[in-house]
């Protein structure tokens, strides 16, 4: 989250300075960052088919790492370990 926030903060200043100067912003228009976002969502599209076709689940967990990540370009937490021990150690 932190990563989007220092970007949105940059682009604003960014926009910023373009206004002060007069000059227009060479940036997409928003239907086209919409459009951007699209490709994104359908390209995870092929994985999830393939995985259909070969007869393999589509969990959540799968999902997230394989498809979220490229989506929002963020790597998800590591995942808890069990623990084993912990249990071992109560009983």
């Given at each position: 989250?932190?990563?989007?926030?220092?970007?949105?903060?940059?682009?604003?200043?960014?926009?910023?300075?373009?206004?002060?100067?007069?000059?227009?912003s060479p940036a997409p228009?928003?239907?086209?960052?919409?459009?951007?976002?699209?490709?994104?969502?359908?390209?995870?599209?092929?994985?999830?088919?393939?995985?259909?076709?070969?007869?393999?689940?589509?969990?959540?967990?799968?999902?997230?790492?394989?498809?979220?990540?490229?989506?929002?370009?963020?790597?998800?937490?590591?995942?808890?370990?069990d623990d084993k021990a912990?249990?071992?150690?109560?009983?």
């Open positions: 989250m932190k990563f989007y926030l220092v970007s949105l903060a940059v682009g604003l200043l960014v926009g910023c300075i373009y206004a002060l100067l007069q000059v227009r228009p928003a239907i086209a960052l919409i459009g951007l976002f699209g490709m994104l969502v359908g390209e995870q599209a092929v994985p999830i088919a393939k995985r259909l076709i070969s007869g393999e689940p589509v969990t959540m967990s799968w999902f997230r790492s394989e498809c979220v990540t490229r989506i929002s370009g963020v790597t998800p937490p590591p995942a808890p370990a912990g249990h071992d150690r109560a009983a």
